[in-house]
């Protein structure tokens, strides 16, 4: 009997994997960048209509063919052509993201540690300590990279239904609860109201190309789509579940983790008079400055909040080495065992080459064309690989699939005007609008 998901167990799965550091870290400083609630309704129509039409098409493709991403690609294609295997790419830009993504959970590990003990009192502390940790702290990063690709490694070695299935059961819930709780005490706080209007009171000034693009990233990201993840997942979710529902559901949840965390950080930056526009250094420089002017308190709350970052991002680092499993295991005939060792050795040690590229001693050998290793996977995944595969994926099922089994999917859970709405979005609307911004980015528009 295939290894496979109860719909429940596919949902946490799926949201566990769209949870993560995109939701709690990224999705709050970037608002902050862009000037809050304008970037968010860009943000809230990016997932609506581009985000979601993906998100379903990759559902659909996986939960079709039950395979892997390249055989999927293939077996759904009208003519079974076998260069679809080329699809397979993606698996590289899942892996090639877990790398570094499981360095910054490293990092978010030593806050759990540091929060127990002393938190910076003051904004040049914290900075330095932050610094200090990824240009000079080679032993520690190296030492808490390591847990949590043992952990990753530990979870998927036990199966999609015993390690995945499971550590979702359980983090999810424990996540909702964390979260739910630093909700509450933020809005017993002044500067809740503060945080309600930063986040939605528009204001359009500050929403040029760049922040579409941004809030178009983000919606990729933070659903885990171009990378084969949700396709993956889909593979072992059985063929009679609504996967339309499913998926909805998935975004809702996202979202409203995203919304939910963008209150709670402002409400503290607020409350502390930090400002709002600090970059990828709000969660570990200025919110560790906060918690500590609250005391005890602030110290328990530090670590509920930087334990929430955990579970958030270890439930999406296993989804992200799934796909590239899956993938050896069904076309390469690997034991699961194998192909464990096998892509946890390539992402722990390009793991190792990104945290190096930041050091002081290393970095500089390992910095090409004036980015460093780090920025290179971080951008050549978000930039080019997750933006090409969207386009791959709606070609495909726009063009390159059979219109009346798409449509049977979709009429046999929802009425015909969700089929033909989302048929729409993905022939015509969401590859012309990746593309425009895509080429935009890449400076040839
Ligand atoms: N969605 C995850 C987040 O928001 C990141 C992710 C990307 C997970 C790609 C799986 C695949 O952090």
């Known amino acids: 009997m295939k290894n496979r998901f109860s719909r429940i167990g596919f949902i946490l799965a799926a949201a566990g994997s769209a949870v993560g550091l995109g939701n709690i870290w990224k999705f709050p400083y970037v608002t902050g960048e862009y000037g809050g609630g304008a970037f968010v309704i860009v943000y809230l129509l990016a997932i609506a209509f581009i985000g979601l039409t993906v998100f379903l098409g990759e559902a659909l493709i996986g939960q079709n063919s039950q395979a892997n991403v390249s055989t999927s690609f293939i077996e759904t294609s009208k003519s079974?052509?076998?260069?679809?295997?080329?699809?397979?790419?993606?698996?590289?830009?899942?892996?090639?993201?877990?790398?570094?993504?499981?360095?910054?959970?490293?990092?978010?590990?030593?806050?759990?540690?540091?929060?127990?003990?002393?938190?910076p009192t003051d904004p040049k502390?914290?900075?330095?300590?932050?610094?200090?940790?990824?240009?000079?702290?080679?032993?520690?990063?190296?030492?808490?990279?390591?847990?949590?690709?043992?952990?990753?490694?530990?979870?998927?070695?036990?199966?999609?239904?015993?390690?995945?299935?499971?550590?979702?059961?359980?983090?999810?819930?424990?996540?909702?609860?964390?979260?739910?709780?630093?909700?509450?005490?933020?809005?017993?706080?002044?500067?809740?109201?503060?945080?309600?209007?930063?986040?939605?009171?528009?204001?359009?000034?500050k929403v040029n190309s760049d922040a579409l693009l941004a809030a178009l990233g983000q919606a990729f990201f933070t659903l885990s789509l171009g990378v084969g993840t949700i396709l993956t997942y889909s593979a072992s979710l059985p063929k009679e579940v609504n996967f339309v529902k499913s998926s909805v559901m998935v975004a809702i949840v996202d979202t409203t983790i995203a919304l939910v965390a963008g209150l709670i950080i402002f409400s503290f930056l607020f409350e502390a008079g930090a400002p709002s526009a600090a970059g990828p250094g709000l969660v570990f420089i200025s919110l560790p400055v906060v918690f500590s002017g609250w005391g005890i308190l602030g110290q328990v709350i530090a670590?509920?909040?930087?334990?929430?970052?955990?579970?958030?991002?270890?439930?999406?680092?296993?989804?992200?080495?799934?796909?590239?499993?899956?993938?050896?295991?069904?076309?390469?005939?690997?034991?699961?065992?194998?192909?464990?060792?096998?892509?946890?050795?390539?992402?722990?040690?390009?793991?190792?080459v990104a945290l190096l590229s930041m050091s002081a001693s290393f970095g500089e050998s390992?910095?090409?064309?004036?980015?460093?290793?780090?920025?290179?996977?971080?951008?050549?995944?978000?930039?080019?690989?997750?933006?090409?595969?969207?386009?791959?994926?709606?070609?495909?099922?726009?063009?390159?699939?059979?219109?009346?089994?798409?449509?049977?999917?979709?009429?046999?859970?929802?009425?015909?005007?969700?089929?033909?709405?989302?048929?729409?979005?993905i022939r015509y609307l969401v590859p012309v609008a990746i593309s425009i911004l895509f080429l935009h980015k890449l400076g040839l528009i």
């Not at 679809?84 to 698996?91: L, R, T, Y």
């Not at 914290?126 to 952990?151: C, E, P, R, V």
Request: glycine share 6%; proline share 2%; charged share 15%.
């Open 366 to 425: 390992l910095t090409f064309f004036g980015k460093n290793a780090f920025d290179w996977m971080d951008f050549t995944t978000s930039s080019v690989m997750m933006p090409s595969a969207a386009i791959v994926i709606c070609i495909f099922l726009g063009y390159y699939v059979d219109k009346d089994m798409l449509q049977e999917r979709f009429t046999k859970h929802t009425p015909l005007f969700v089929f033909k709405i989302w048929y729409f979005l």
């Open 303 to 352: 670590i509920s909040f930087f334990i929430a970052l955990i579970f958030a991002g270890i439930t999406s680092a296993v989804s992200m080495i799934e796909p590239s499993l899956m993938f050896f295991i069904e076309r390469y005939k690997m034991t699961r065992k194998k192909a464990t060792i096998l892509c946890g050795s390539i992402f722990y040690l390009l793991g190792i």
């Open 80 to 119: 079974k052509n076998e260069k679809w295997k080329f699809a397979g790419f993606m698996i590289a830009t899942a892996l090639l993201i877990l790398s570094f993504y499981s360095v910054v959970l490293g990092w978010i590990l030593s806050y759990v540690f540091t929060s127990f003990t002393a938190l």
């Open 125 to 205: 502390i914290a900075g330095d300590a932050f610094n200090t940790l990824i240009t000079k702290d080679l032993s520690t990063q190296l030492l808490y990279h390591t847990l949590i690709a043992g952990t990753v490694i530990f979870i998927v070695l036990k199966g999609v239904k015993e390690g995945i299935e499971k550590i979702n059961l359980i983090l999810m819930p424990m996540l909702g609860l964390i979260l739910g709780g630093l909700l509450l005490y933020a809005i017993s706080l002044d500067s809740f109201s503060q945080a309600v209007s930063f986040m939605f009171a528009a204001d359009w000034s």
